[in-house]
């Protein structure tokens, strides 16, 4: 909502501009009126709509054409016109006193022309007829403007606003039945008006509906064509701070877009914290996977994941979704797998992951004040390490070694999916893969990164991790090599935990060209003993995964 609202008099001489401000001021017609009138300040508490209102007065006898085009400027840099907007228009038809019947007649052919003109006032200073209705009506055209909703001409929502409003009514169509019940109604009015509809006057609301519209009710309940003629009607009956009240409740700004306030709330993640979705974030990412759900199944289908999304402007998980997270039988995203990703996506970027929530309605159907409320900033490491303890729940385990070692099956077997399940339904390659591991009872996350050490690792902020799993492929001689140089370049002085892995283990163990065994280089660098993965031994594969999350809660 606008901080204040400018209003500027423009008019030939004589017309009665500084009188209107005067009478307005005085509330009586001023005896002896300047020639022009000081700007004045209504105070916000005196005004209906709560907002600091200035009132300027324009005198071509008195000042250039270059103060009338700073006054412009300012109207236009206090509208958002650099946007696009347009300077809302009242016509003001002054001294009705002298002239009986109305001019409207005259009028109405201009009004029609200019899509800016919001409304025509005929009014009296000496009367004092309609004056303060004048200042309201253009208090009101700047505050709820008509032209980003509605275009005159065609009698219509503007394309903008049909899609704002779409998404306000999937927001609040809480079972994704497509209608509002009486009960998401009432949801629905409490949250913008502060308190639900009496139940004739909802009936009331219907009736006008359907008597107006073929396809506006349904089962008794409002269709999404019922609920976009509804604010057709509030526009046409002058009530539009009705639809601006709605779409700024939803985050909406002047030009129907998201405000960067609703979107990217503020949120501060100092060096060594990690941000993590708790438990209001589980709780309304729960509500949304039951409601798109459709087949219950416990898993969303291509169409039901596109659904969830639709009140995005864009589709914000690509395809290596399905190879980052674990998948039904039928390889759609299992719920596990759906909390897994948005886990993932908090934890990797955290703005974009607000900016999602923000989307999808988050700090209004939760009732908070933004979506921060959803994320955990978790406590530095360093103090972790201090006390020997962490209250983290998600864990990054960086997966290096040579091309070739196998690091991609290790990601998949964690997914526990097969290469050959893989080949069938091939997701787009990824670099991560996440899943849950069970600790002491507790379920961690666990996030395995692959790393192309040959591209990568150029500087020591790339090793960062919880814990690193150095890979190495036991059939061949020249692999271990790798391992070491890594773990003598960025992990030997910096507390990071590292387990060493031989892939391959199904193969024959050959002699490692480096200086010692793996085994020996482990007792010699205070390792664990080295544990051994193959895509054939499953058996083994728990025992790893378990082994990494141990090594990053208790480094």
């Given at each position: 909502m606008k901080r204040d609202v400018r209003i500027l008099l423009l008019g030939e001489p004589k017309v009665g501009k500084t009188s209107l401000i005067m009478s307005l001021v005085g509330e009586e017609f001023p005896e002896l009126v300047p020639l022009r009138a000081e700007e004045i300040t209504i105070?916000?508490?005196?005004?209906?709509?709560?907002?600091?209102?200035?009132?300027?007065?324009?005198?071509?006898?008195?000042?250039?054409?270059?103060?009338?085009?700073?006054?412009?400027?300012?109207?236009?840099?206090?509208?958002?016109?650099?946007?696009?907007?347009?300077?809302?228009?009242?016509?003001?038809?002054?001294?009705?006193?002298?002239?009986?019947?109305?001019?409207?007649?005259?009028?109405?052919?201009?009004?029609?022309?200019?899509?800016?003109?919001?409304?025509?006032?005929?009014?009296?200073?000496?009367?004092?007829?309609?004056?303060?209705?004048?200042?309201?009506?253009?208090?009101?055209?700047?505050?709820?403007?008509?032209?980003?909703?509605?275009?005159?001409?065609?009698?219509?929502?503007?394309?903008?606003?049909?899609?704002?409003?779409?998404?306000?009514?999937?927001?609040?169509?809480?079972?994704?039945?497509?209608?509002?019940s009486d009960a998401e109604l009432n949801c629905f009015q409490k949250l913008c008006f502060g308190n639900p509809l009496a139940p004739q006057a909802l009936e009331d609301v219907k009736t006008v509906v359907w008597k107006n519209t073929s396809d506006g009710v349904q089962d008794n309940g409002l269709t999404l064509n019922g609920f976009l003629f509804l604010n057709t009607l509030f526009i046409q009956r002058g009530r539009h701070e009705t639809t601006w009240t709605i779409l700024r409740k939803f985050g909406y700004d002047d030009t129907l877009d998201l405000t960067d306030d609703y979107l990217y709330p503020p949120l501060r993640v100092s060096v060594g914290c990690t941000t993590e979705l708790n438990h209001l974030g589980h709780q309304f990412l729960q509500k949304l996977f039951d409601k798109y759900d459709e087949d219950k199944d416990s898993a969303l289908s291509p169409a039901e994941l596109k659904n969830l999304f639709s009140v995005l402007p864009y589709m914000p998980w690509g395809p290596e979704v399905y190879s980052n997270v674990s998948l039904s039988d039928d390889n759609y995203i299992s719920q596990h797998g759906y909390f897994c990703q948005w886990m993932l996506s908090a934890y990797l970027d955290v703005h974009r992951c607000l900016e999602h929530l923000g989307y999808l309605g988050y700090p209004i159907l939760m009732e908070r004040e933004s979506q921060t409320s959803a994320i955990t900033v978790t406590r530095e490491k360093a103090l972790d390490l201090e006390k020997r303890q962490t209250q983290r729940t998600v864990f990054l385990c960086k997966v290096i070694g040579p091309r070739g070692t196998g690091k991609t099956d290790f990601l998949q077997a964690f997914l526990q999916r097969s290469t050959e399940r893989n080949e069938r339904d091939p997701g787009p390659p990824t670099i991560y893969a996440i899943n849950t591991v069970s600790v002491a009872n507790q379920d961690k996350y666990l996030i395995l990164e692959e790393v192309d050490v040959e591209t990568e690792f150029l500087k020591t902020a790339d090793a960062a991790c919880d814990v690193a799993c150095l890979m190495y492929d036991v059939s061949d001689p020249d692999s271990f090599n790798y391992c070491a140089s890594i773990y003598k370049q960025h992990y030997m002085d910096r507390g990071i935990p590292c387990v060493v892995v031989g892939s391959k283990a199904d193969l024959i163990e050959v002699k490692q060209h480096h200086g010692m065994s793996p085994s020996e280089f482990c007792y010699k660098h205070r390792l664990p003993s080295p544990l051994h993965f193959s895509t054939l031994l499953t058996h083994t594969h728990t025992h790893i995964y378990s082994k990494l999350t141990w090594a990053a809660m208790y480094p």
């Open positions: 105070p916000a508490d005196v005004t209906p709509e709560k907002v600091p209102t200035h009132i300027v007065d324009y005198s071509e006898t008195e000042q250039s054409d270059e103060v009338l085009r700073e006054e412009i400027v300012k109207l236009l840099v206090n509208g958002g016109a650099e946007k696009g907007s347009k300077i809302p228009i009242i016509l003001v038809g002054n001294k009705s006193d002298l002239r009986s019947g109305s001019s409207m007649e005259s009028i109405l052919p201009i009004m029609n022309q200019f899509s800016e003109i919001e409304t025509c006032v005929e009014c009296s200073a000496k009367n004092l007829k309609n004056i303060s209705e004048l200042f309201y009506y253009a208090q009101k055209a700047v505050l709820h403007p008509t032209a980003p909703l509605y275009d005159p001409e065609d009698k219509q929502l503007k394309l903008q606003c049909v899609r704002a409003l779409s998404r306000i009514f999937s927001i609040s169509d809480q079972d994704n039945d497509h209608i509002l």
